[in-house]
């Protein structure tokens, strides 16, 4: 292997790099961290979803960009590890926190990669109705040239990196990364690490798809295997089978009050997640907004 095209620098586990830079728009100092997953593998934190990189001797892979103003930054920070620019480009799902470099990446001639669903959303712009928000469509040079439906597989650095496809779990469109040497997943939105996590409903997401893909996951998953989440801190199998949990027993808890016949109002009245709230609710979902989920989810 060409470790040479690695820079060794003195860095062990967190925040080697934090990069600012001058002026991009209305972000003054957009900044981002990285942290070593494997030798191969790292995994660079700051606003946004978690990016995942992935470098060695052929070619250097990319899992997300995070926003537009979080582009350069990345792409220093990738120099810091590897000589090798970002040849390809993998996004997990279409939402902008995890896309929203696309263009930027595009025009350096980076080649993107994502699920069909992905590459269909980018193209016309749509709404996140959880938000109330909607986005623009994604100039071609942003989108993904190269789609898949079900899985697609890349063999490089002496690695197997497979991406995999679930329905209906985040969004309509997601796909986990796995690097079956290095042991390593990237789960994307997924996993919401230590927080109740935001499932888009109205994109084609469940939170029935997302049990069922975090079930596939530990399947692969044994002791030693690292995964990176969408959102929140490199974690372990352990942390997964906690989420599954939570989102297995909230989930069964809500299904059994509408089967009884409450109403919305209702359910959220008993706060049917009290008990895993100290744990949970600590992110951007809060409680409500979690059973009102769970609620929504069983309608479609
Ligand atoms: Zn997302």
Redesign the pocket.
Request: without cysteine; charged residues 25%; hydrophobic residues 10%.
């Given at each position: 292997m060409k470790w040479g095209l690695v820079k060794r620098y003195a860095m062990t586990l967190v925040a080697a790099t934090t990069l600012s830079a001058q002026s991009y728009g209305e972000e003054k100092k957009p900044k981002v961290s990285t942290e070593k997953v494997t030798d191969s593998i790292y995994m660079i934190t700051g606003r946004g979803?978690n990016v995942g990189l992935f470098f060695g001797e052929d070619t250097t892979i990319l899992i997300d960009d995070k926003f537009a103003p979080l582009a350069k930054p990345i792409i220093a920070s990738v120099a810091e590890i590897t000589d090798s620019p970002v040849e390809y480009l993998l996004n997990t799902?279409f939402?902008g926190?995890?896309t929203g470099g696309n263009e930027h990446f595009g025009k350096t001639g980076a080649i993107i990669v994502a699920h069909d669903n992905v590459r269909k959303t980018l193209s016309t712009g749509g709404e996140i109705k959880a938000f109330n928000s909607t986005f623009e469509a994604t100039a071609d040079v942003g989108l993904p040239s190269i789609t898949f439906n079900d899985r697609m597989v890349f063999h490089v650095n002496n690695e197997t990196v497979s991406l995999q496809h679930y329905p209906s779990a985040?969004?309509d469109g997601d796909g986990v990364i796995y690097f079956e040497k290095e042991n390593v997943i990237h789960a994307g939105?997924i996993f919401f690490n230590g927080v109740y996590p935001?499932v888009?409903i109205g994109n084609g997401g469940s939170v029935q798809g997302v049990i069922s893909a975090v079930e596939k996951m530990l399947e692969k998953a044994d002791g030693k295997t690292k995964i990176i989440p969408?959102h929140g801190p490199l974690s372990n199998r352990a942390d997964l089978e906690a989420y599954l949990d939570m989102l297995k027993t909230t989930l069964k808890r809500v299904a059994d009050m509408k089967a009884q016949g409450l109403s919305r109002q209702e359910v959220l009245a008993k706060a049917p997640t009290a008990d895993y709230d100290k744990t949970w609710n600590k992110g951007g979902i809060k409680a409500n907004v979690w059973v009102s989920t769970l609620y929504s989810t069983l309608d479609e």
């Open positions: 979803g799902h939402h926190d995890h985040h969004t939105d935001f888009d969408g």
